[in-house]
């Protein structure tokens, strides 16, 4: 009775050591499969995206680390399930011993290139994310300068465009008048307003017209007129203007919308 207990007790205690023995090769099984497969996954998107990684420091030496420690990976495993095999069913061969010791050797070699792929991975990011970064910022620096001039060209055609509509412009001898551009970046619109007024300007009364045109159609936008103390105005730009006043026969509403639209947006 007491050797079939003690029997009963050897045959649970190695079938605990058989299932540690079992879960442990799970466990390792899966783990190799993770960074086998994770290894394998990385070569392949350093393939795909060589051109935009190739800037970075040592993407050669990453890439074939990566790829050498896949394939030791996949090495071991093989090593290792037959070493495991014979040692869990007793078939130990003479082979055995050489078997276990080009396993540990592979074994060494996967670990090593594993730990120096993920931690040239780290400083590889690194160095992709401080030149994005950088490129970013030089990107950002030369598309200022280059709206800067671009603004600064279209502003001078602006004002082209204004000289001409003042030499179209005809006045008689008792006038004279004067032009003013303003270009807006926003809308990618050129505004010019004409100022009519009185040549003598110690002579009696008073006399002001503005005129605001569209620069590149020459199209007339809106009109307001003072002349001594009887004022009237007219926006004509209907799409863009809805008449909100009609004061002084629209005066009041045609000097806020040339106002509006001659507004140097340089000096907000």
């Given at each position: ?9 050897d ?20 783990l ?16 795909l995206n ?73 400083v ?8 994005t970064?950088?490129?970013r ?5 030369t ?5 800067g ?15 001409k509509?003042?030499?179209?412009s ?9 032009q ?5 970046p ?36 809106a ?34 919308y ?8 340089r000096?907000?």
């Amino acid at each position: 009775m007491r050797e079939s207990s003690g029997q009963e007790r050897d045959l649970k205690i190695e079938e605990l050591r058989f299932n540690e023995r079992q879960h442990s090769y799970d466990l390792t099984q899966k783990l190799s499969y993770y960074v086998i497969s994770a290894e394998l996954i990385f070569c392949g998107y350093m393939l795909l995206n060589a051109n935009e990684l190739a800037g970075i420091h040592g993407v050669r030496f990453l890439y074939c680390a990566c790829g050498f420690a896949a394939i030791s990976g996949i090495l071991w495993r093989f090593f290792y399930n037959e070493t495991n095999h014979q040692n869990v069913h007793g078939t130990k061969g003479r082979f055995y011993r050489g078997l276990l010791i080009v396993q540990l050797s592979v074994y060494c070699i996967f670990v090593v290139l594993s730990l120096v792929t993920f931690v040239w991975i780290l400083v590889a990011g690194f160095n992709y994310l401080k030149i994005t970064d950088r490129s970013r910022k030089e990107v950002a620096t030369t598309s200022a300068q280059t709206s800067g001039s671009e603004i600064f060209h279209l502003r001078s055609e602006c004002a082209v465009l204004g000289e001409k509509l003042l030499n179209k412009s005809i006045v008689g001898s008792a006038l004279t008048q004067n032009q003013t551009s303003h270009y807006n970046p926003q809308t990618n619109r050129c505004f010019v307003e004409i100022d009519v007024q009185r040549a003598d300007l110690k002579a009696p009364g008073f006399y002001l017209k503005r005129y605001l045109y569209d620069g590149q159609t020459q199209e007339m936008l809106a009109v307001s007129s003072n002349e001594n103390g009887s004022k009237s105005g007219m926006v004509y730009e209907g799409a863009h203007h809805k008449t909100t006043d009609l004061s002084y026969a629209g005066y009041d509403d045609a000097e806020v919308y040339i106002n509006a639209m001659m507004n140097d947006d340089r000096q907000e």
